[in-house]
């Protein structure tokens, strides 16, 4: 069989149903949201080794422990929002998109304002003996303003996503790729501003596309005479809320560890675990991202038109070989640019990317869950594994160090596989009986 025969009979025909058309689209979309990962995440390779030679890794471990701190916090300020207008896009017209849209963002800010402010303050608490005051509140500060408005970037590349517009979403993320990298230079390295830097450069670049979203926002959406439907956003909320424990808890499979190594070694050792993690995290950018940005609005539209059956196990074998292939080159880059206080972590990148070609398969998986709404069951899997995960590390970092936290990664991955294939299984039972 000629190859474009075999891919079109083997890997794409159960995902796309047979059309020369939504096989082109399908293929089409894939290669630019391919390209534009490898290029976004090639500009942001170039961080992860100028931190390592302008931070220390007790400093490292600081910006992740923040990061991870602000997240939580927008995770629960967003109450699942963008992944209920995910969902809601394709049960609604044009007119009904616009008004949910709105909706969100008007429900949003309310909710989500006090929330961060309220934040401020104890995560000023929790911090104050790890950093110098002054800078510790900027620092702060900064994080947290990028973390609220960071909700309307989500929302409008999840809009883009839906639209199935591959192009202008992959330009926006390049160009706000760009823009990091070169508010970093100037503010880490050229001035030296440390933390302080990062985390200014971070904003900055939020802020240049939150100006073009908030243009479009007005032009489409805000001149339409739609009004706040208080009942509509509950509506949403009530959707989006299961997203919000399933947030936390996928935090908890993925960064409680850096809270643990902290807790059990020192910040140094988090600094160092981290960096690794950014290496082989590169996989999730370039590889999965791009990926399920296609599959997702592929596969439910397919599953619009009743057809449930599983994509092809050689698709998933092809993109787990590519994530593990992918990990040699990634060691090797890391070990010749990263400064030499961090190579000492760098041996674990193999095995967290195996933890990542684990949690491509369950976001595979989980699809057909989410199309149904079934997001109980994702909330049930999660902390499962989330439970697995703190147990876990408790055990393994004491015993093996910072090992033992990419080992736990690894095999709770596993299990969420296990966990989302069995469900996706009855539901394709019960859907064709």
């Given amino acids: 069989m000629p190859v474009k ?37 090639g500009i942001f390779f170039a961080l992860t080794p100028l931190y390592t030679h302008v931070l220390a890794p007790s400093e490292y471990g600081m910006m992740e422990l923040i990061n991870g701190a602000t997240n939580i916090i927008g995770t629960l300020s967003s109450l699942g929002l963008v992944q209920a207008a995910f969902v809601e896009y394709y049960h609604g017209e044009s007119d009904q998109r616009a008004a949910m849209i709105r909706n969100i963002v008007r429900a949003y800010t309310w909710i989500s304002i006090p929330m961060h402010l309220a934040a401020f303050g104890i995560l000023a608490g929790v911090f104050r003996r790890s950093y110098p005051e002054t800078q510790l509140l900027s620092i702060l500060g900064l994080s947290l303003v990028s973390s609220f408005i960071t909700f309307f970037l989500n929302l409008y590349y999840s809009t883009l996503q839906c639209m199935r517009e591959a192009l202008r979403l992959t330009m926006y993320r390049v160009l706000q790729a760009l823009f990091v990298v ?12 440390g933390l302080t830097g990062v985390f200014v450069a971070s904003l900055m670049s939020t802020c240049v596309i939150i100006g073009i979203a908030w243009a479009e926002y007005v032009r489409r959406i805000a001149r339409r005479p739609v009004k706040t439907d208080w009942g509509y956003a509950r509506k949403l ?193 019960r859907i064709n009986s």
């Avoid at 079109?8 to 630019?32: C, E, H, W, Y």
């Avoid at 070169?182 to 501003?193: F, M, R, S, T």
């Avoid at 399933?246 to 499979?253: P, Y």
Wanted: glycine letters at 8%; charged letters at 10%.
């Fill in 182 to 193: 070169l508010a970093n230079l100037l503010l880490v390295y050229k001035l030296n501003l």
């Fill in 5 to 41: 025969g075999y891919i079109n009979q083997i890997l794409l025909g159960p995902l796309m149903g047979g059309t020369g058309s939504a096989k082109r689209k399908f293929i089409g979309d894939l290669m630019v949201f391919g390209i534009g990962a490898v290029v976004v995440k």
């Fill in 237 to 429: 909320i009530i959707i989006g809320l299961p997203f919000v424990p399933s947030g936390l808890l996928i935090w908890v499979t993925s960064a409680l560890d850096r809270w643990i190594i902290m807790g059990t070694l020192n910040q140094r050792e988090v600094g160092i675990y981290s960096v690794a993690w950014k290496f082989a995290g590169v996989v999730d950018p370039l590889i999965i991202t791009p990926f399920l940005s296609v599959y997702t609005p592929a596969v439910f539209k397919r599953y619009g038109a009743r057809q449930y059956r599983r994509p092809s196990i050689v698709l998933d074998i092809v993109c787990v070989a590519l994530l593990m292939l992918t990990s040699i080159p990634l060691r090797w880059l890391a070990m010749r640019s990263v400064a030499a206080e961090y190579t000492e972590g760098l041996a674990l990148i193999p095995v967290i990317v195996c933890g990542y070609a684990f949690m491509f398969l369950t976001q595979e998986a989980s699809t057909l869950i989410l199309h149904q709404k079934q997001t109980g069951i994702l909330l049930v899997n999660t902390a499962i594994v989330a439970v697995l995960s703190v147990v876990l590390n408790l055990i393994l970092i004491p015993t093996f160090q910072i090992k033992g936290a990419a080992y736990t990664f690894v095999l709770v991955q596993a299990i969420g596989v296990l966990l989302a294939t069995i469900h996706r299984n009855r539901i394709v039972r």
